[in-house]
C-alpha cells in the first residue's frame, strides 16, 4: 500500500502528525510519503518511516511575483509526480479538510482520500467524524488510520510519540561549536511565539536565568526565531534575543542562534531540558524526548501539551503568558530536572 500524508499546517501541527506516519508504516505496513509546505519542511527530513518529501512554496511565502510564478510551476510539476506514484491513499492531516488540501487529492489522482471534517465533499471518499472533545492534536490526527483499510483493526491502537530527526552532521557541528561535553547538564530556555498572547517578556527570562542559576550547576543556551520582528511572514525576535543576553551573560546565559529549522533540531537535541511558549519549538523539543515547561495564552494546553515526554502546562490566568511568573516556572522546572545538578549537591 502506497499511501500520501498531506500536511499543509505549522510546525507543531506537523510534528504531531508523526505518530500517525508511523502507525502508517509500522503496522500498516505503508509506503509512506509526506507532501508539505517548505517552512515546516524540514520536520519531516531523516525521517526512516517517510520514503520522500514532497516540497512546496506557499504563495503568501513568496517574496515577490517572480517567486510566486515559479512556485506555481513547481507545484504543478509536483502534482504531475505524484500522479505517477498512484498512492492508494492520500490523507488530509488536519483538523478539518480546506479547498487546498482538497485540490492538492483531486490533482494526485489517489484511489480513496481521506479526511476529518463536518461536511461531505464529492471528492473525499472516508470522511471521518471531527468529535474534538478533549483530545489532544496528536491523537485526534491519529483517528485518520483507522479509515485506511475497509477492516477495523483487531484492536485499539494509542499514537505512540511524536518524533524529529536532527541531521547527524548538524549535531556535530553545534557540539563543536558550542563546546558541549557529553552528559553536560543544558537548559534551554525558547522566547519566541508567534501569538502575542504566548510571548513571555524579556525581563520574566531574564529573571528565569538569574534563579536557574542559583539553584543549579548547569548551562542555559538561548534560542530564539531568527530575524526583524516587523517581518510579516516570519517575524523573528533577533533585537529581543540580543537585550536578554545582554543582560543575563552574567548568569552565565549563551546565545546559540539557529538560522533553520534543522538547526534548532541539532542544537536542542544536546539540551537536557527546554523551557518555553506553545508554538513549534515546544513540540521540536518533545519530539527530541526533551522534557518540557510549556507556558500557554490563550491556547489550550489540553489540546498541545508536549506529547508523550515529561512535561508541566502553565496557563496565564487571563490567557496570556504574562500572567505567568518567572518563580512558577522555576517551580515548574525542578521536577524535570535531577537534584544532582543543583548548587551544592555532589555529582
Known amino acids: 500500500m502506497k499511501i500520501l500524508v498531506i500536511c499543509r499546517d505549522n510546525i507543531g501541527d506537523s510534528i504531531l502528525a508523526t505518530p500517525l506516519i508511523v502507525h502508517l508504516s509500522t503496522i500498516h505496513g505503508a509506503t ?7 517552512y515546516a519542511s ?27 510564478i515559479v512556485a506555481a510551476a513547481v507545484r504543478l510539476k509536483t502534482i504531475f509526480r505524484l500522479r505517477k506514484e498512484k498512492y492508494d491513499a492520500v490523507i488530509i492531516a488536519k483538523s478539518s479538510w480546506d479547498p487546498h488540501s482538497v485540490k492538492w487529492a483531486a490533482g494526485i489522482g489517489a484511489k480513496r482520500v481521506i479526511a476529518f471534517g463536518d461536511e461531505a465533499h464529492p471528492l473525499i471518499d472516508r470522511l471521518v467524524s471531527r468529535a474534538e472533545g478533549t483530545l489532544h492534536v496528536a491523537e485526534r490526527l491519529f483517528r485518520l488510520a483507522a479509515a485506511v483499510t475497509d477492516v477495523p483493526p483487531l484492536r485499539r491502537f494509542n499514537p ?13 557541528k553545534f557540539r563543536m561549536t558550542c563546546d558541549v561535553a557529553p552528559g553536560e547538564r543544558i537548559i534551554a530556555l525558547q522566547i519566541s511565539a508567534r501569538k502575542p498572547a504566548q510571548q513571555w517578556s524579556a525581563s520574566n527570562f531574564i529573571t528565569l536565568a538569574r534563579l536557574i542559576a542559583e539553584r543549579y550547576r548547569c548551562r542555559m543556551f538561548l534560542f530564539w526565531s531568527p530575524g526583524d520582528s516587523s517581518n510579516p511572514m516570519h517575524p523573528g525576535d533577533d533585537i529581543k534575543a540580543e537585550y536578554i543576553t545582554g543582560l543575563a551573560a552574567r548568569y552565565g546565559l549563551e546565545a546559540v542562534p539557529t538560522r533553520t529549522l534543522e538547526e534548532l533540531k541539532a542544537a536542542l537535541s544536546l539540551c537536557s531540558a527546554v523551557v518555553s511558549s506553545d508554538g513549534g519549538a515546544v513540540h521540536v523539543a518533545a519530539a527530541l524526548g526533551l522534557p518540557v515547561v510549556a507556558l500557554y495564552g490563550n491556547s489550550d494546553p489540553a489540546h498541545w501539551h508536549p506529547w508523550h515526554v515529561p512535561h508541566q502546562a502553565l496557563r496565564g490566568s487571563r490567557e496570556h503568558v504574562n500572567d ?18 543543583e548548587q551544592g549537591a555532589s555529582v
Not at 53 to 62: D, Q
Not at 162 to 170: G, I, K, N, Q, T
Open 32 to 38: 509512506t510519503d509526506v507532501l508539505t509546505n517548505s
Open 42 to 68: 524540514p520536520v519531516f527530513s531523516h525521517n526512516p518511516h517517510i520514503r520522500k518529501v514532497h516540497e512546496y512554496s506557499k504563495s503568501k511565502h513568496c517574496k515577490n511575483l517572480i517567486s510566486v
Open 160 to 172: 505512540g510519540k511524536s518524533s524529529v530527526y536532527p541531521a547527524p552532521e548538524l549535531v556535530t
Open 324 to 341: 505567568i511568573s518567572p518563580e512558577n516556572v522555576m517551580n515548574a522546572i525542578v521536577p524535570l530536572i535531577s537534584p544532582a545538578g
